[in-house]
Structures are given as C-alpha cells and as structure tokens.
T-cell receptor
C-alpha cells in the first residue's frame, strides 16, 4: 500500500527564518513520483514540484529547495528566508507505478505553516 | 494561462438531495480527477477518468457517486442522495497525461466547490 506521512502538523516561524517541512513515503513501486502542493488560505491547490524516483538530485527554485533521499524514503521541502506569504498548508503527495496506474495522488496529512511578521 | 474552473463555488443542499458539481478541465488535458477534502483534513482521491470511462475509483466512491463528461468540455460529479458526511471541499483536477505513465504528470487543480449538506 502507498502512504505519505507528514509528521509536522503545524509549524510557526518568524519571517526570514528557514523552515523545513518533512515528508516520508511508503510504496512498493520501483517507479513513482513525488509532489508538493501548496494550499493558501484561499483554498486552492497549487502545484510546486514533481520528482521521479530515479532522480535524486536536489532541486532549488528561488527560496524553495527539495531534498529527495530514497534511502530514507523522504522528500523534504525547505523554504529559505520565509515570508508571510508563505503561510499556507503544504501537502506532500505520491503517485506510483508505470502502465496501469491512473495517476491518482496519495496525499499526506499536510503541514500548516504560519510565518509571523 | 489555462486553468481548471469549477462551479458553483459553494453549494448548500439538504440531506437526501442530489447535487451535481461541475468542472471545466484544461482544454488539451486527457485525464480527469475528483478529490475531496473534509474540513481540516487531507485531500482524498475519489475517481480518475480517461477516454470516457472511469479508470480507477476509491472506496469512498460508492454507488451514490457518478461522473460524466457530457460534452467536450465539462466534467461532472453527481452525488445522488447526499449525506451529512458528504460535506467537504470537492476538487477537480486534470493533467495532460495519456494512457502511459499518467503518474508522471502534474495535476492542475480547480478552486474547489464547497459542499455543505444540512
């Protein structure tokens, strides 16, 4: 069975602090994909990043960076120099398999990030 | 930039009534999905739809639920007889995935329809 665990329910930081959101996944598939989505207070789900299981290279996009480690089944997300606009719920998600899989996303419980001015 | 749209943004209905939630996916996308999010909880997969048929459904998606693509643009979710526990935010999503490796494509989500069953 596939599962995503985001152990941190809520994190509160002060603006300009760095913050890391943890994500641990379980899957029996050898090919799978990991995603991060942001859900701001307005409620929509905004795609942030996709990684496949064969690409363990870390990625940086502006203040955002992602650390994928297959050895620990983790796909952590770091925001550097956080800003108030980063306040949102962040979801890690997993989609697995090759042909026959329909692309359904398995979401973690989400981490609520509050950035205070 | 193309986006997924959903109507209505908020639907209030009485228990036992039928509701239809509507979605317009991004025009060149082929794979469509419905998810729901009960207030304060995680997003849960309901159903995926490809080539005019359901490709996968979760245990949540029982006989009370159905999906349809009545024309070339709309994608609907029908709940035949709503229950209190159906109250949730319902998200439609689409991706440009084809039949092969749909998992590798990001899904674009609509803004959601908040369904309140009283």
């Amino acid at each position: 069975a596939q599962k995503v665990t985001q152990a941190q329910t809520e994190i509160s930081v002060v603006e300009k602090e760095d913050v890391t959101l943890d994500c641990v996944y379980e899957t029996r598939d050898t090919t799978y994909y990991l995603f991060w989505y942001k859900q701001p207070p307005s409620g929509e789900l905004v795609f942030l990043i996709r990684r496949n299981s064969f690409d363990e290279q870390n990625e940086i996009s502006g203040r955002y960076s992602w650390n994928f480690q297959k050895s620990t089944s983790s796909f952590n997300f770091t925001i550097t120099a956080s800003q108030v606009v980063d306040s949102a719920v962040y979801f890690c998600a997993l989609s697995g398999g090759i042909s026959g899989n329909t692309g359904k996303l398995i979401f973690g419980q989400g981490t609520t990030l509050q950035v205070k001015p | 930039e193309p986006e997924v749209t959903q109507t209505p943004s908020h639907q209030v209905t009485q228990m036992g009534q039928e509701v239809i939630l509507r979605c317009v996916p991004i025009s060149n996308h082929l794979y469509f999905y419905w998810y729901r999010q009960i207030l304060g909880q995680k997003v849960e997969f309901l159903v995926s739809f490809y080539n005019n048929e359901i490709s996968e459904k979760s245990e949540i998606f029982d006989d009370q639920f159905s999906v349809e693509r009545p024309d070339g643009s709309n994608f609907t979710l029908k709940i035949r007889s709503t229950k209190l526990e159906d109250s949730a935010m319902y998200f439609c999503a689409s991706s440009e995935a084809g039949k092969i490796t749909p998992s590798s494509y990001e899904q674009y989500f609509g803004p959601g329809t908040r369904l309140t069953v009283t």
